[in-house]
């Protein structure tokens, strides 16, 4: 397992440099000035090459590139002071580090990805396991047909509508928010409520599916009808047999849910007006804050990077045989 563990972090630290290096030529190779960009509209040409010379743009491009990939692990000096590691830039618009922007809309997302995956986890592996232990019963029909119909569901669709009959009809529910956990565990929950329930919905009708596809599939394969065979009791057989079994499909989706909501739900942040990385991503994008858009880039990037060895480790844990591979 210690072998497997370190194949998959060596490749992803290999695939990261090429990710941070594609990102920089990307990006410092565009016919724009980072100096005017970061210095605004109403600045001098003795200001540009001030800027330009404390950004270390007056450089080559390959000491430049030296200096960015060598920050993120050490920390680099700027006229703001030292960034330490992970260094990720300069913000052009706010002039704060990029790492540190990135840390205030963290907790948001984190805390968004948490509680909705708990709850579409819960709900939708639960729902589908009793489909498929009910297959062909009144209560797998109306779990599947309620399936096929939530999964057809957006956030941006069914957000509002959420939002109009629970908060600005009735007022039973407050307008979503954040509230650190650890300052008021009461207002993290109920500021975030509504964000998660329809998240868990659109969720749960995806994993409810899978989860008794997988599961049926499974109770077809020739290990399980020996067990049943043996005459093992139907409760042991699905859980120790065929539930392990149906994992796999399922942790692979999830790893892909999972990265991408902590790489930043876009939709999700601006359909309730949460700050978050997704947010910020796109903010930064439209200021033409560089370094930002670079950051959140990297940061992303690392999380799918991140949770493709989780997955990884989950496979070998799940079934032994891909640890050889």
């Known amino acids: 397992m210690l072998q497997f563990l370190l194949r998959r972090l060596t490749g992803a630290v290999v695939i990261m440099f090429m990710i941070g290096a594609f990102t920089f030529f990307l990006f410092y190779t565009?016919?724009?000035?980072?100096?005017?960009?970061?210095?605004?509209?109403?600045?001098?040409?003795?200001?540009?090459?001030?800027?330009?010379?404390?950004?270390?743009?007056?450089?080559?491009?390959?000491?430049?590139?030296?200096?960015?990939?060598?920050?993120?692990?050490?920390?680099?000096?700027?006229?703001?002071?030292?960034?330490?590691?992970?260094?990720?830039?300069?913000?052009?618009?706010?002039?704060?580090?990029?790492?540190?922007?990135?840390?205030?809309?963290?907790?948001?997302?984190?805390?968004?990805?948490?509680?909705?995956?708990?709850?579409?986890?819960?709900?939708?592996?639960?729902s589908g396991l009793l489909a498929a232990w009910k297959r062909g019963t009144v209560v797998d029909k109306v779990?599947?047909?309620?399936?096929?119909?939530?999964?057809?569901?957006?956030?941006?669709?069914?957000?509002?509508?959420?939002?109009?009959?629970?908060?600005?009809?009735?007022?039973?529910?407050?307008?979503?928010?954040?509230?650190?956990?650890?300052?008021?565990?009461?207002?993290?929950?109920?500021?975030?409520?509504?964000?998660?329930?329809?998240?868990?919905?659109?969720?749960?009708?995806?994993?409810?599916?899978?989860?008794?596809?997988?599961?049926?599939?499974?109770?077809?394969?020739?290990?399980?009808?020996?067990?049943?065979?043996k005459g093992m009791k139907q409760s042991y057989v699905f859980f120790r047999y065929a539930w392990r079994g149906s994992l796999t499909p399922i942790v692979t989706i999830l790893g892909m849910d999972l990265s991408g909501l902590l790489a930043g739900a876009v939709v999700t942040e601006f359909t309730f007006d949460l700050a978050g990385i997704g947010r910020l991503a796109v903010e930064s994008s439209l200021t033409k804050d560089l370094p930002l858009t670079m950051g959140v880039m990297l940061f992303g990037a690392f999380f799918i990077l991140l949770l493709n060895i989780v997955v990884d480790l989950a496979y070998a844990y799940i079934d032994p045989r891909v640890r050889l591979a």
């Open 30 to 126: 565009i016919p724009q000035d980072f100096a005017e960009l970061s210095c605004g509209r109403t600045c001098t040409p003795e200001n540009i090459a001030v800027i330009r010379e404390s950004m270390g743009l007056d450089k080559p491009i390959t000491a430049q590139f030296w200096e960015f990939m060598s920050g993120i692990v050490t920390g680099r000096d700027f006229a703001q002071g030292y960034c330490s590691a992970p260094c990720l830039g300069v913000s052009f618009d706010s002039g704060d580090f990029v790492w540190d922007s990135i840390m205030d809309r963290f907790p948001l997302t984190l805390s968004l990805t948490v509680g909705g995956l708990v709850i579409f986890l819960v709900l939708g592996l639960g």
């Open 143 to 229: 779990v599947s047909g309620a399936s096929m119909v939530l999964s057809s569901f957006q956030i941006y669709f069914l957000g509002p509508i959420v939002l109009g009959l629970f908060v600005y009809s009735t007022g039973w529910l407050e307008n979503p928010k954040y509230v650190p956990f650890l300052e008021d565990p009461t207002g993290w929950v109920v500021g975030l409520l509504i964000p998660w329930a329809v998240m868990a919905t659109i969720f749960t009708a995806q994993y409810t599916r899978m989860a008794r596809s997988t599961m049926i599939e499974q109770l077809q394969e020739e290990h399980v009808r020996t067990a049943r065979a």
